[in-house]
């Protein structure tokens, strides 16, 4: 079993619809990053939490310590948010442990 | 600002040959690392550095290596190609904030052993 587990594994949404992407983990974290890869592109950083709710334009990003377990949500979904999201924890020191990435495409 | 910058972006290697994967970085970062990323995988590290002199290895180190000369500079060489480092590889570097890392990752080497 893995330590990070998404789901789903794929999504597909039509635009405006309300997204949500779970993880869960398996150890102790100092911190969960949630990430964005486009097609044919790098990685962006979207947000790095340790405990509670951040906020970023239409996306949200919720952790929940005791239950091991985080959200990415986007709201408004619109095409150009099509990209994997990859889920990723800090458990020893500053290397990260990663999931296996939710594909999301938004159709207009 | 450039970021973490990573060359090439493309590259074909026959078995056996040899490379190294530039990766720079202009952010002052400590924290430098690599991984690669195959189909349907998660990430998996190959190296870090937590500064100049300072390399360990990760999870999947055979094949590879690396150096820490400078802060800015962590290339990833690898000495005999095999198809099985078919991958996409990432460089990345981090920095310390208040009880955890924010990272910068490059935007990508794809390579491909034949």
């Known amino acids: 079993k893995n330590e990070v587990e998404q789901s789903p594994q794929n999504l597909t949404a039509q635009e405006e619809e309300f997204i949500t992407i779970n993880c869960s983990y398996s150890?102790?974290?100092?911190?969960l990053h949630w990430l964005q890869q486009h097609p044919g592109g790098g990685i962006v950083s979207l947000f790095m939490?340790?405990?509670g709710k951040k906020k970023h334009g239409r996306l949200i990003a919720t952790i929940n310590i005791q239950e091991k377990h985080s959200s990415l949500h986007i709201t408004a979904s619109h095409p150009r948010d099509s990209a994997v999201y990859i889920c990723?924890?800090?458990?020893?020191?500053?290397?990260?442990?990663f999931g296996e990435g939710t594909q999301l495409t938004v159709n207009p | 600002n450039a970021g973490v910058t990573q060359t090439p972006k493309f590259r074909i290697l026959k078995i056996g040959q040899s490379m190294t994967l530039q990766c720079t970085q202009d952010?002052?970062?400590?924290?430098m690392y690599w991984y690669r990323q195959d189909p349907g995988m998660g990430l998996k590290l190959i190296y870090y550095?937590?500064?100049?002199?300072?390399?360990d290895k990760g999870e999947v180190p055979n094949g590879y290596n690396v150096s820490r000369s400078t802060t800015e500079d962590f290339p990833l060489r690898l000495e005999l190609a095999a198809p099985s480092q078919t991958s996409v590889y990432f460089c990345?570097?981090?920095?310390?904030?208040?009880?955890?890392?924010?990272?910068?990752f490059g935007s990508g080497t794809r390579l491909t052993v034949v």
């Open positions: 990345a570097s981090s920095y310390y904030v208040t009880g955890s890392y924010g990272y910068t």
């Open positions: 150890v102790g974290i100092s911190a």
């Open positions: 939490l340790s405990s």
């Open positions: 990723a924890v800090e458990t020893s020191g500053s290397r990260l442990t």
């Open positions: 952010m002052n970062h400590n924290y």
């Open positions: 550095s937590v500064g100049a002199g300072i390399t």
